[in-house]
Each structure stands twice: as structure tokens, then as C-alpha cells.
């Protein structure tokens, strides 16, 4: 095992404190560490100044996923017992694979019942992985009635309530599917994007639905033991045309977060180009790894050990990676979902 594959190679210490609970107004004040990838050099700057280290011919590339109100609390039918669900991903119409608590309640042929009724659910299955694949029974479109009962399937480490569940999903959200946010573009405000086109930044969008493997803790020492569950990826053929676009004209593709890049290397992974395709991706970056496609990353502060760590310690080098994260501890940034962001160039 190499020091790349273990996975305590990748832990840094982080106090409780340095977690945001809570999102920035606007959006843009969020602080921005800026990472040179070559000399490993680092500056403070605000979100809002993103454009002063982007060029004319720049090409932003942004998950327009829309996260899902994917947490459901319910009682079991027969007998009121409680019942929590976490939506992951449709298999079918109607079918979808869901975590829930507690599981041993949730029996093969069990019933459940959500929002007085407007929602009701049967368990089909059990999974690999302990979840359960439920049919789910409702007048209307399902996707109609979980807005209205929903909640926002916010990550554990942040405890204080969301007064407005739009700060948890990106201006440009569109496609729904996701059962946590692409974070990183959780900074932009329609007033930057409109800032960035006016000085000759592109942008275009990819959709990854990002699913709760990506948050998975990697468990084993030995990190290629760790089994990245897919995520579903859908490429257009006017992005695929920008991107080839930008690269020939000597422009730079910078994957706004960690979902953006992993869907740009994996159709690269797996098609040998950027092309139109939609798929399914369970990539696994980190170092050392060839990045094909991507020339600059935006992303918050990950998790200590995750796998988001390790692909941003890929692209940046590990040495520069572990180091930014060491000052961005001491000067007291905010980490994770709702906290700042890192621009590495």
C-alpha cells in the first residue's frame, strides 16, 4: 500500500466550530481561498471577485441538478410506529431505492404512510447495502407531492434548521434528481453569472444527480478497497461542443465542483472524448491521477479522509492540498456545505 492509497494520508484536524450551519448573505460574500496548483501559493479573496482570476474565453462548467426534498418522516401503517426516509434514486416510475430509519421496521411487504396520507409507500426489497427499494403510491405526480411534504435531505453535520429550502439548491438548479447539492456553486448569484458573461466567461452545464455514495466514509485503510457507488451523468452536445471549443481556442474548463469534474473525466474515462452521452459514473479519483479534460477546479472544503479530498489533493498536488487546508483551519473558514469556497488555478 502506497502512501496515495492509504486513506489517513488524507485526515486533517478540524474543529467543530469551522462547520458552517448556516449559508452567507447574498450568497457571493462567502470567503474564497485561491490556490496557484503549480507553486502551491495561496490568497484570500471573497467569492464576489471571482471574474479578477478569470479570463475572456474562460469556460465555467456547472451541475444544473436540483436537489430533491428527498427526507420523509412517517408512520408505519398498521401500527403509527415512526419512520424516516432519504430518496436516492428513482429505478423506476414510482420505484425508488431509500434509506430509512429505523431499517428493521421496514420489513418486505411493509406499508408506510406520509403527510396524512398524501403519500404512501410499500418495501419491495432489501439492497446490497442494508437500504430498501419501496414502490411508492400517491394521486398526482410523486415529484409534485414531495414538494409539498418533503424536506431538504441536509447533510448530518449540520444541526441548525433551514428557514429557506432554495439557499440549499443553486440558482441555475434545473434537473431534479440529486439527494444532496453540488455545494459549490451554492455561491453564485444571478448578478455574478451575469458579471462573468459580460467580461467573455463562458458557461455551460453538465447534470451528475449527486447521490449519497459521494459522502460515503471511506472505511478501508486501504482506500482502492472502497466501493464509489454510480451517479447518474448526462452530457449535451452544446456543452460537449463548447468544451471542445474552449480547448481549441487555448480557453481553460473549470469544473465548478467535485460533481462537475467527476462527470467531465468520467465520460473521458469511458469515451476517450468529450462527446454527448448520458450515463452512469462511479469514478474514483486520486492521486496520482491524469486529468484529460478539466484546467481549474471550484470547490468548498471537504471532509477529512473523503473521497472529495483525495480528488481535490489529485488536481492540486496533495503536499499544496493538506497545506491550503491547514490555513484555511487557522484563518477560521468555513467548511463544508454551506461554508466558503477554494479556487485552484
Known amino acids: 500500500m502506497s502512501q496515495w492509497t492509504k486513506r489517513s494520508t488524507y485526515y486533517y484536524d ?3 466550530e469551522r462547520i458552517a450551519q448556516t449559508p452567507v448573505t447574498p450568497r457571493s460574500a462567502s470567503r474564497m481561498l485561491c490556490l ?3 507553486s502551491g501559493a ?15 474565453g474562460d469556460l465555467l ?5 436540483r436537489v430533491l426534498p428527498a427526507r420523509l418522516y412517517g408512520v408505519k401503517t398498521e401500527n403509527n410506529t415512526p419512520i424516516e426516509f432519504l430518496l436516492l434514486h428513482a429505478v423506476e416510475q414510482n420505484v ?9 421496521k421496514a420489513k418486505v411487504g411493509t406499508r408506510f404512510s406520509f403527510g396524512d396520507g398524501r403519500l404512501e409507500a410499500e ?3 432489501v439492497t446490497e447495502d442494508g437500504g430498501r427499494l419501496v414502490r411508492f403510491f400517491c394521486e398526482g405526480n410523486l415529484y409534485a407531492v414531495l414538494d409539498e411534504i418533503g424536506q431538504m435531505p441536509l447533510p448530518p453535520y449540520i444541526t441548525e434548521r433551514l428557514t429557506d429550502r432554495e439557499r440549499y439548491q443553486t440558482v441555475y438548479a434545473k434537473e431534479v434528481g440529486s439527494a444532496a447539492a453540488p455545494t459549490a456553486g451554492l455561491h453564485f448569484t444571478p448578478e455574478l453569472l451575469e458579471e462573468l458573461r459580460q467580461k467573455g466567461v463562458r458557461t455551460a452545464f453538465v447534470t451528475l444527480h449527486v447521490g449519497l455514495g459521494t459522502f460515503r466514509p471511506v472505511k478501508a485503510d486501504d482506500i482502492r478497497e472502497h466501493h464509489m457507488h454510480t451517479e447518474h451523468y448526462a452530457i449535451s452536445e452544446e456543452t460537449a461542443a463548447l468544451i471542445r471549443e474552449t480547448k481549441a481556442k487555448g480557453g481553460r474548463v473549470i469544473a465548478v465542483g467535485t460533481t462537475s469534474c467527476r462527470t467531465l473525466e468520467g465520460a473521458m474515462q469511458s469515451r476517450g472524448e ?7 459514473t462511479g469514478i474514483f479519483i486520486y492521486p496520482p491521477y491524469d486529468f484529460r479534460c478539466i484546467d481549474g477546479l471550484l470547490t468548498n472544503f471537504h471532509l477529512p479522509e473523503s473521497t472529495l479530498i483525495m480528488l481535490v489533493s489529485a488536481f492540486a498536488g496533495y503536499e499544496h492540498t493538506m497545506q491550503a487546508y491547514q490555513i484555511a483551519v487557522n484563518e477560521k473558514y468555513r467548511f463544508f456545505s454551506f461554508g466558503d469556497a477554494m479556487l485552484i488555478l
Request: net charge negative; proline share 4%; with cysteine.
Open 274 to 280: 468529450i462527446c454527448a452521452c448520458d450515463g452512469d
Open 14 to 16: 478540524l474543529p467543530e
Open 123 to 125: 418495501v419491495l426489497g
Open 42 to 56: 495561496v490568497a484570500h479573496h471573497h467569492f464576489y471577485e471571482l471574474g479578477d482570476f478569470l479570463r475572456e
Open 96 to 104: 425508488w431505492e431509500i434509506i430509512c430509519k429505523p431499517a428493521k
Open 36 to 38: 496557484d496548483r503549480q
Open 61 to 65: 462548467v456547472m451541475n444544473d441538478s
